[in-house]
């Protein structure tokens, strides 16, 4: 991969202003276009992308983009961003916060250390209502790093930290998204790695507002087996993320999941969330939006 490829989450959200199973999307118009994509998308999965992976492409193109391709709306959008995704009547199907509330956009500084509670306690209050307000409902939560504790010292932290703003999710109508990353190769540290420690998060803290994020790219590097772990799980996963593996990129025959059939399990389940697009296009013809056609189609089951 070039330099000019190796781009990253973490970086991107440095960089730019960025901006669920229970949210209850309508059936969506997906007629759309055939300059767009090949055939109007069948609506089973519902599908959004995420802001980052397309370097500095203004949010507003990206938004039209979205829109031509069927999409629902955007991931990872901070409050800065709503506005735009309104115009184009998209949903930001998975929220920050606003900049002034950084700590909330940290995936290291999270609830398992207790030293960032009283901060992130004050954060998230505001965000949910902010979220709320605006009409959304999924807001993206982050475990931190580990920094040398146990798997159940960061458990307990977690639940003393999120049973302090779970009652204000529940009376917003939000549901707070934990996300599942990888700690092998582009987190390290990160506590929240594996199915099994999420589950039992969501159990202690036994709310229909509180939900693990399954990054099917992250989760495939971690513990693989992912439509039987799905199939178990699947109450405690409020929305999805996709990319290629290895390498995070395209989803195409280069990488080693079959995405249409990691799709059909999900919707299976019943899910009636969203599915959100999370690589980084190594071709970047019509700055990428080329191969997020592509991906968009091949999940479209």
């Known amino acids: 991969m070039s330099k000019k490829s190796k781009i ?7 960089t730019f202003a960025l901006g669920s199973s229970t949210l209850a999307f ?10 767009s994509i090949k055939e109007p998308l069948k ?11 397309y370097g500095k492409m203004p949010l507003e193109k990206l938004a039209q983009e979205a829109k031509k391709l069927g999409l629902v709306g955007i991931d990872l959008i901070g409050a800065e961003g709503w506005d735009v995704l309104k115009k184009y009547d998209l949903t930001s199907t998975m929220c920050y916060g606003d900049l002034e509330g950084k700590l909330t956009r940290s995936l290291t500084n999270g609830w398992c250390d207790k030293k960032f509670h009283k901060d992130l306690i004050s954060h998230y209050k ?15 939560c982050f475990s931190g790093n580990r920094r040398g504790m146990s798997d159940s010292e960061g458990l307990d932290n977690c639940i003393e930290g999120l049973s302090q703003i779970i009652p204000v999710a529940e009376d917003h109508g939000v549901i707070l998204q934990m996300e ?16 099994n420690w999420g589950v039992s998060l969501c159990k202690s803290l036994d709310s229909d507002n509180f939900k693990l994020l399954y990054d099917i790219y992250h989760m495939q590097i971690m513990e693989g087996d992912l439509i039987h772990t799905i199939q178990e799980n699947h109450k405690y ?9 290895p390498g995070r990129n395209e989803l195409d025959k280069k990488q080693e999941l079959y995405y249409p059939a990691i799709m059909k ?6 899910f009636n969330g969203v599915v959100a697009q999370e690589f980084i296009p190594l071709d970047r013809t019509n700055g990428g939006i080329n191969s997020l056609r592509t991906a968009v189609e091949l999940c479209d089951i």
């Open 8 to 14: 990253s989450r973490r970086n991107a959200i440095k």
């Open 26 to 35: 309508p059936k969506f118009n997906h007629m759309i276009s055939t300059n």
């Open 43 to 53: 609506g089973n999965i519902n599908q959004s992308v995420c802001k980052w992976c």
């Open 126 to 140: 505001r965000h949910i209502k902010l979220v709320a307000e605006a009409g959304w409902t999924n807001l993206i």
């Open 180 to 195: 599942l990353l990888n700690s092998k190769i582009n987190h390290p540290d990160y506590m929240c790695d594996n199915s």
């Open 237 to 245: 996963y409020g929305h999805y993320h996709t990319a290629g593996v």
């Open 265 to 270: 399990a999900i919707y299976e389940t019943g």
